[in-house]
């Protein structure tokens, strides 16, 4: 009996070890800016999925294309009918490791790391590296943040000419993910 009762406690232990190594949020925040000189158009999506897995230093993101909103409704509407054809291609995702994992610290102040991994966008998949922090909360959440740059054209994103001039073709995009113990 005794020892079943100390199997079970190394049992519960192991998983909530492996349990504690896990993080997810639905309510991730991704945002996208393209500047022109004739007009600047920003969209925000809040609600990203994803998981970062301290264990391993995996992590993921999914997201619906259709769930950015713009300040004005024609530009959502041209964002999802021609140019990332969301009904076509209705999510983009990202899969990844954390560059050096096994040298990496999480603390309360931000963590520079580099996540390299397979970025799809508008049914291209594409390898990147991608500068980032993260860094311990004081509610023991995790929070992620990363800014860069991704070219349009590498992602097949067609721009008819009549609005050529109206959008970029480097579009700066910026992750903040605040990620919960599983």
């Known amino acids: 009996m005794k020892n079943i009762t100390v199997l079970v406690l190394i049992c519960m232990c192991s998983i909530t070890l492996t349990h504690a190594q896990k993080y997810l949020t639905r309510t991730g925040s991704i945002s996208f800016f393209s500047a022109t000189p ?19 230093g995996g992590m993921a993101f999914t997201l619906l294309m259709k769930a950015f909103t713009f300040e004005k409704a024609l530009m959502q509407e041209h964002f999802n009918e021609k140019y990332v054809e969301s009904h076509l291609y209705p999510k983009a995702s990202f899969k990844g490791n954390i560059k ?3 040298s990496f610290k999480l603390g309360s102040k931000p963590a520079d790391i580099i996540v390299s991994g397979k970025l799809s966008i508008h049914g291209v998949t594409k390898d990147v590296s991608i500068p980032a922090t993260l860094m311990k909360d004081k509610n023991g959440n995790i929070e992620g943040k990363a800014a860069f740059i991704i070219d349009i054209q590498e992602y097949e994103i067609k721009v008819p000419s009549a609005v050529r001039k109206n959008i970029a073709d480097n ?9 919960e113990e599983m």
């Open 171 to 179: 579009i700066e995009i910026k992750v903040n993910m605040v990620y």
């Open 38 to 56: 004739l007009e600047n158009i920003e969209a925000y999506n809040n609600q990203v999925s994803g998981v970062i897995d301290l264990e391993n």
């Open 100 to 102: 050096d994992f096994d």
